[in-house]
Structure formats: structure tokens, C-alpha cells
């Protein structure tokens, strides 16, 4: 079974820290580009982050970069996104994806894991 498993959400003041993972398995994602969005109540779903093409660059929102890193891990099984000095406007579900680069494969979504940021 093909899974993406989001974890390390949670409630943290302004200015504070957290470190978002996204585990899949199931298959191998060599050929997917992995990508971080969230979505607040009442919003669109909106891209944060991605790690896209065969050499895996980070891309950033203009609204993270500089607070926020996409990272992953060697085997590509894990997707990391470290989340620095984050404002009550961060506050969302954030959601994992794996993107096919080739069509006719298939896309993925994780359950999503909520971030709330408050004082």
C-alpha cells in the first residue's frame, strides 16, 4: 500500500520552531518530485516548498523563504520541512505530495498534519 505519513505538527508560540515529516512507502519515488502545500480554513490549498527535477532543488513561497527548508533524506523515504520563525499566519494543515515527473504515473497526497501557531 502506497502511503504518505505526515508528522510533527502541533501548537507553537510566534517565532518558534518545527519540523514537519512526510514518510512514503509503498513504492519507489525516485521519479517524483516531492512538494509541501498547506491550507488554512476558508483558503486554497497553497504550494510551500518543493524538491523538484533529478537533482532535487529546493524551490520556496515567497511567503517561507528565508524561515522555511525543504530537505530529504538519501533514500528519498523520508521529506523534512523545517520550519523557522513561523507567524500566526502559518497556521494550516500542511499536506505532502508526491508528484509524478512522467506521465502516466501516479500523484499522491498525504492526510496532513495540522500546524498552529499562537501565543
Known amino acids: 500500500?502506497?502511503?504518505?505519513?505526515?508528522?510533527g505538527g502541533g501548537l507553537v508560540q510566534p517565532g518558534g520552531s518545527l519540523r514537519l515529516s512526510c514518510a512514503a512507502?509503498?513504492?519507489d519515488f525516485k521519479y517524483h518530485d516531492?512538494?509541501?502545500?498547506?491550507?488554512?480554513?476558508?483558503?486554497e490549498r497553497e504550494l510551500v516548498a518543493s524538491i523538484t527535477g533529478p537533482y532535487g532543488g529546493p524551490n520556496?513561497?515567497?511567503f517561507v523563504?528565508?524561515?522555511f527548508a525543504i530537505s530529504q533524506d538519501d533514500a528519498k523515504n523520508t521529506v523534512f520541512l523545517q520550519m523557522n520563525?513561523?507567524?500566526p499566519e502559518d497556521t494550516a494543515k500542511?499536506?505532502?505530495?508526491?508528484?509524478?515527473?512522467?506521465?502516466g504515473d501516479s500523484e499522491y497526497w498525504g492526510q496532513?498534519?495540522?500546524?498552529?501557531v499562537s501565543s
Not at 1 to 7: A, D, H, K, T, Y
Not at 94 to 103: E, G, K, T
Not at 112 to 116: E, F, K, L
Request: some cysteine.
Open 34 to 43: 516531492m512538494l509541501w502545500f498547506r491550507q488554512a480554513p476558508g483558503k
Open 94 to 103: 500542511y499536506y505532502c505530495n508526491a508528484r509524478p515527473r512522467f506521465q
Open 85 to 87: 520563525s513561523l507567524k
Open 60 to 62: 520556496y513561497a515567497d
Open 25 to 27: 512507502s509503498g513504492r
Open 112 to 116: 496532513g498534519t495540522q500546524v498552529t
Open 65 to 67: 523563504k528565508g524561515r
Open 1 to 7: 500500500q502506497v502511503q504518505l505519513v505526515e508528522s
